[in-house]
T-cell receptor, first 117, second 115 residues
């Protein structure tokens, strides 16, 4: 298995531009998570999906952030408009769902390093 | 604040020595997991210990869990330079409904193993 695939690996954009991050989870996994990692705030959960349905988006910082999962093998995280403070590494992870979200290990993608100038 | 907090924030040891990292958390949990992150990479799952377990081993890793003290430790024996990474604990807090919430990660311990 190729693992969780994220693209692009690096993104540099100017303030105000739209940014779209992509994720392909591991086949057979039915939970998908988007995280953001910064030195100041550590690893933060932004949103997660079960069976393609968003369950908890309370971690999404603002309305500028949106996430979709149109099918079991693809998800996007969009930032529009982007701001310098959005600069971070964004990780996608997937897992089996089981009886509770924390019951299974999560498999992380390599991340997308976003720089907004 | 973070559910899980690792201690120390940074640890530097010589190759061959043992490394011990600690994690404290605040609420009742379903399980606790440890992850490793190499520089510039994603997190990799190391081990999961359930709330009814006290100790678990995986290769050179030993994890303990003390639910009465709300703490866990990760011991890496006979460390190698390749063990240099950040180590995170992640907890699955139990909600009042009894179900487990998604994982909450601590801020990590940066381990450096010197050759």
């Amino acid at each position: 298995d190729a693992g969780v695939i994220q693209s692009p690996r690096h993104e540099v954009t100017e303030m105000g531009q739209e940014v779209t991050l992509r994720c392909k989870p591991i086949s057979g996994h039915n939970s998908l998570f988007w995280y953001r990692q910064t030195m100041m705030r550590g690893l933060e959960l932004l949103i997660y999906f079960n069976n393609n349905v968003p369950i908890d988006d309370s971690g999404m910082p603002e309305d500028r952030f949106s996430a979709k999962m149109p099918n079991a093998s693809f998800s996007t995280l969009k930032i529009q408009p982007s701001e310098p403070r959005d600069s971070a590494v964004y990780f996608c992870a997937s897992s089996l769902k089981g009886s509770g979200q924390g019951n299974y290990e999560q498999y992380f993608g390599p991340g997308t390093r976003l720089t907004v100038t | 604040s973070q559910q899980g907090e690792e201690d120390p924030q940074a640890l530097s040891i010589q190759e061959g020595e043992n490394a011990t990292m600690n994690c404290s958390y605040k609420t009742s949990i379903n399980n606790l997991q440890w992850y490793r992150q190499n520089s510039g990479r994603g997190l990799v799952h190391l081990i999961l210990i359930r709330s009814n377990e006290r100790e678990k081993h995986s290769g050179r890793l030993r994890v303990t869990l003390d639910t009465s003290k709300k703490s866990s430790s990760l011991l890496i024996t006979a460390s190698r330079a390749a063990d240099t990474a950040s180590y995170f604990c992640a907890t699955a807090p139990i909600m009042s409904s009894g179900s487990a919430r998604q994982l909450t990660f601590g801020s990590g311990t940066q381990l450096t193993v010197l050759p």
